[in-house]
Nanobody
Framework: QVRLVESGGGLVQAGGSLRLSCAAS????????MAWFRQAPGKEREFVAA????????YYADSVKGRFTISRDSAKNTVYLQMNSLQAEDTAVYYC?????????????????WGQGTQVTVSS
């Protein structure tokens, strides 16, 4: 079992930055690939970024490439999402997800564990 708790969301002006954190419980955090998804009102949950269990494989959605960076600190059982140059279209609830696999996935159905989400609102 893995429990995930996100933090770091908030209100920011367009062009600003936020860093989201996802703290994971359990001693096997290093065995899980991790990802961030987001869901805007009235839309389906969509993939944002993913990182493999050792951090060597990174995937990003085209819409965030060059602006967002995913990273992990296994010593702290935490995964991060650094978000720069935020746009109004980035407004959504951001969810952290974990999957017990070496290679990260990019679809919602492939993740077994989810956090409760953290709201990110970008004002234009």
């Amino acid at each position: 079992q893995v429990r995930l708790v996100e933090s770091g969301g908030g209100l920011v002006q367009a062009g600003g930055s936020l860093r989201l954190s996802c703290a994971a419980s359990g001693r096997t955090f290093s065995s899980y690939s991790m990802a961030w998804f987001r869901q805007a009102p009235g839309k389906e949950r969509e993939f944002v970024a993913a990182i493999s269990w050792r951090g060597g494989v990174l995937y990003y959605a085209d819409s965030v490439k060059g602006r967002f960076t995913i990273s992990r600190d296994s010593a702290k059982n935490t995964v991060y999402l650094q978000m720069n140059s935020l746009q109004a279209e980035d407004t959504a609830v951001y969810y952290c997800a974990a999957d017990r696999s070496a290679v990260p996935k990019v679809t919602v159905s492939q993740y077994d564990y989810w956090g409760q989400g953290t709201q990110v609102t970008v004002s234009s």
